[in-house]
């Protein structure tokens, strides 16, 4: 049985979200540019002869039976009819409800560091179906590129974007995505573009105007930004971002960031360093499509 290993669970932004239509099902297709970033959260596995799933430390007011970690592990286990459990601890660094895919991220990473730990070695893509079941974003953290995305997010194309450096500022509020895709006066007929015709010009956010008028220090914090470049929320919020070419560009406007915001800056990358360590952990077998 292998030891311990520990992985990140990297955020992403959406660089736009364009919302096209609503399903029969009550989800909304939508289109969508997914960014990944580095750093995050961090997950520790350690595996177990029992078939216990455990989670240290608890998440304050989520049971443990409806965080993502404990339901991505239960659903691999159940899929492969495993006997094997793991000791999970998370290091928790992104803010939660901010739109950045952190529980997501979370599910992703269990599920391919549990698929390897527990030998099931079930093809990626695979694994991305899973992760459907427990939400619309995690497939793009499985499979670990930046990508456009179409239908609920999951069907994706992946997409080289320039590695820029990225200011990331959280107001404290929570945002139930659920509220924002019910609203009535929500937008839900926006054209849809082709990937070929991707333009910064297009970009914006479909959700933003609901969120800023629900939540105002969101509008708080793009009127803040709006000084220094050009904000846009991603998902459904409340984590806004603007973009630099440096990392010092970014820094230099983080250390204005007034203190009662979370803020940190990233750099956006095209390929999840969660498949990079796991190679490196693993050498060799790493099962393919």
């Known amino acids: 049985?292998?030891?311990?290993?520990?992985?990140?669970?990297?955020?992403?932004?959406?660089?736009?979200?364009?919302?096209?239509?609503?399903?029969?099902?009550?989800?909304h297709n939508l289109q969508t540019l997914f960014q990944l970033l580095d750093g995050g959260d961090n997950l520790t596995f350690t595996p177990t002869e029992n078939s216990q799933i455990s989670l240290s430390p608890q998440i304050e007011g989520v049971a443990e039976s409806d965080n993502l970690i404990v339901r991505a592990a239960l659903i691999l286990q159940q899929f492969s009819n495993g006997?094997?459990?793991?000791k999970?601890?998370?290091?928790?660094?992104?803010?939660?409800?901010?739109?950045?895919g952190g529980g997501s991220s979370n599910a992703a990473t269990t599920l391919l560091a549990l698929n390897k730990l527990w030998g099931c070695d079930l093809p990626i893509k695979k694994l991305a179906e899973l992760g459907a079941q427990l939400g619309a974003d995690v497939p793009v953290f499985v499979e670990g590129y930046s990508a456009f995305a179409e239908g609920i997010g999951e069907q994706l194309t992946p997409v080289e974007i320039p590695e820029c450096w990225y200011l990331i500022v959280t107001p404290d509020c929570n945002v139930s995505t659920a509220k924002i895709f019910s609203n009535p006066q929500l937008?839900?007929?926006?054209?849809?573009?082709?990937?070929?015709?991707?333009?910064?010009?297009?970009?914006?956010?479909?959700?933003?105007?609901?969120v800023e008028?629900?939540?105002?220090?969101?509008?708080?914090?793009?009127?803040?930004?709006?000084?220094?470049?050009?904000?846009?929320?991603?998902?459904?919020?409340?984590?806004?971002?603007?973009?630099w070419a440096t990392e010092a560009q970014a820094k230099e406007v983080l250390s204005r960031v007034p203190q009662h915001w979370n803020a940190f800056i990233a750099k956006g990358v095209n390929h999840s360093l969660v498949h990079q360590k796991l190679k490196e952990f693993f050498i060799g077998a790493w099962p393919s499509g």
Not at 88 to 100: C, N
Not at 187 to 210: F, G, M, V
């Open 1 to 27: 049985m292998f030891s311990s290993i520990t992985l990140p669970a990297p955020p992403k932004l959406n660089l736009f979200l364009h919302i096209t239509g609503r399903r029969d099902d009550g989800y």
């Open 88 to 100: 999970i601890h998370l290091d928790k660094q992104l803010p939660m409800g901010a739109g950045l």
């Open 187 to 210: 937008t839900r007929n926006s054209a849809p573009i082709k990937i070929r015709a991707l333009s910064e010009e297009q970009y914006r956010n479909d959700c933003q105007t609901i």
């Open 213 to 243: 008028k629900l939540h105002p220090q969101v509008k708080e914090v793009v009127d803040w930004l709006e000084t220094y470049g050009k904000p846009l929320m991603t998902g459904t919020g409340a984590s806004v971002f603007c973009r």
């Open 83 to 86: 006997s094997q459990g793991c």
